[in-house]
């Protein structure tokens, strides 16, 4: 059993939970993610592993509330036990010394750019970061990054925070403006990373993605989270979840991605603790 330290609503789609697990916590690096079960007979949930601390023991996830197992997550508070906490998973991320990197996060995949970030700016890289989201309220973890970094950018569907536009937008912005960038890391949407890639690829910048398909068991043993890298299958819970961004399949990423859109769906409506679960 692994107790909660610390809930946070970071909005109110997304929420954060320290959770004591000294054994990811003396483990993990930036990349890997974990697997939880809220209780006994749940169903098991992979999550990227947005901060750690060796020496309090703790893990920190980041999760958005959007299904029956993660509304069941979202019932728990500080003080309280989650029954299973398995990790790390998942390979590192391959963080390696560049003179300038620019990390680029949509929505919950802001979380598991975070720790990318910081270890890089341990290196000694200058780190800049475009965050983004439908509006202001939906962008996470902007004080955390502001901490560390040398540039921050911000881009919204709305305009609330930032340029009006996607990342994309101001991506092209600053590479029209001259900034020159070694490596770009950029963690969220399918759709966002795919598109990322075509404009750094046309600019020759290396670009690293993180995927975040269909996994169950965590370790590539089911094949749910199969994807095609380079020509070849990959299994992002254990190839994975970091890969080289050029040679992604993103198209059939997506139509994976999808294939249980229908089913998701129908468990997002149920509810539970506010009177409609049966």
């Given at each position: 059993m692994y107790r909660i330290i610390k809930k946070e609503i970071l909005n109110p789609d997304v929420e954060l939970m320290v959770v004591h697990a000294?054994?990811?916590?003396?483990?993990?690096?930036?990349?890997?993610?974990?697997?939880?079960?809220?209780?006994?007979?749940?169903?098991?949930?992979?999550?990227?592993?947005?901060?750690?601390?060796?020496?309090?023991?703790?893990?920190?996830?980041?999760?958005?509330?959007?299904?029956y197992s993660t509304k069941k997550l979202s019932n728990k508070n500080e003080g309280d036990f989650i029954n299973d906490f398995v990790g790390p998973l998942g390979q590192p991320a391959p963080i390696h010394k560049v003179k300038r990197v620019l990390g680029i996060g949509g929505g919950?995949?802001?979380?598991?750019?975070?720790?990318?970030?910081?270890?890089?700016?341990?290196?000694?890289?200058?780190?800049?970061?475009?965050?983004?989201?439908?509006?202001?309220?939906?962008?996470?973890?902007?004080?955390?990054?502001?901490?560390?970094?040398?540039?921050?950018?911000?881009?919204?569907?709305?305009?609330?925070?930032?340029?009006?536009?996607?990342?994309?937008?101001k991506l092209l912005e600053l590479l029209e403006n001259g900034e020159k960038y070694d490596?770009?890391?950029?963690?969220?949407?399918?759709?966002?990373?795919?598109?990322?890639?075509?404009?750094?690829?046309?600019?020759?910048?290396?670009?690293?993605?993180?995927?975040?398909?269909?996994?169950?068991?965590?370790?590539?043993?089911?094949?749910?989270?199969?994807?095609?890298?380079g020509g070849e299958t990959k299994f992002a819970c254990v190839d994975?979840?970091?890969?080289?961004?050029?040679?992604v399949d993103f198209d059939e990423c997506m139509q994976r991605q999808s294939m249980y859109k229908e089913e998701e769906e129908h468990i997002c409506r149920i509810g539970i603790g506010d009177g409609n679960n049966a």
């Open positions: 000294p054994y990811v916590a003396r483990k993990c690096e930036p990349g890997q993610f974990i697997i939880l079960r809220v209780d006994e007979d749940g169903e098991r949930i992979p999550l990227t592993i947005a901060d750690y601390d060796r020496k309090k023991e703790t893990v920190t996830i980041i999760y958005q509330v959007v299904g919950v995949g802001i979380a598991p750019l975070y720790p990318q970030m910081k270890k890089m700016k341990d290196l000694g890289v200058q780190v800049d970061v475009l965050l983004g989201g439908r509006t202001n309220k939906h962008i996470i973890m902007e004080n955390m990054f502001e901490e560390f970094v040398d540039n921050i950018y911000y881009a919204t569907n709305d305009g609330s925070k930032g340029i009006k536009g996607f990342v994309t937008d490596l770009v890391v950029a963690i969220g949407p399918l759709v966002m990373m795919k598109a990322i890639v075509n404009i750094t690829k046309e600019n020759n910048i290396k670009t690293n993605v993180s995927l975040n398909p269909i996994m169950i068991d965590g370790t590539g043993m089911c094949g749910g989270c199969r994807v095609t890298v994975g979840p970091d890969f080289d961004g050029f040679l």
